[in-house]
Nanobody, 116 residues
């Protein structure tokens, strides 16, 4: 059973910052595309950002210029730095590892709430 362990969520005021972390087994981290997804009540889960094994990044339009995905190869950890947070960023954020044609792996989710 592959475990992706997320941390770093919480409550932050609009305009603030948070950094999410996702610790991943090394066998997954080195080969899979890692990503962050989010889901808020009544909405579908959406991709926020992803980073390939070769460090190519991709972002949802709604977070471009505010969020940065990165990874630390020595720690097998992927990060999501979130700046200039808005109330609409409030959601449960999930870490994801995917490598076609295999089924993806998901973390348990971490709540991010942006509110004054």
């Amino acid at each position: 059973q592959v475990q992706l362990v997320e941390s770093g969520g919480g409550l932050v005021q609009p305009g603030g910052s948070l950094r999410l972390s996702c610790a991943t087994p090394g066998s997954i981290f080195s080969r899979y595309t890692m990503g962050w997804y989010r889901q808020s009540p009544g909405k579908q889960r959406e991709m926020v950002a992803s980073i390939t094994s070769g460090a190519t990044t991709n972002y949802a339009d709604s977070v471009k210029g505010r969020f940065t995905i990165s990874k630390d190869n020595a720690k097998n950890t992927v990060y999501l730095q979130m700046n200039s947070l808005k109330p609409e960023d409030t959601a449960v954020y999930y870490c994801n590892a995917r490598l076609l044609p295999f089924a993806p792996f998901w973390g348990q989710g971490t709540q991010v709430t942006v509110s004054s």
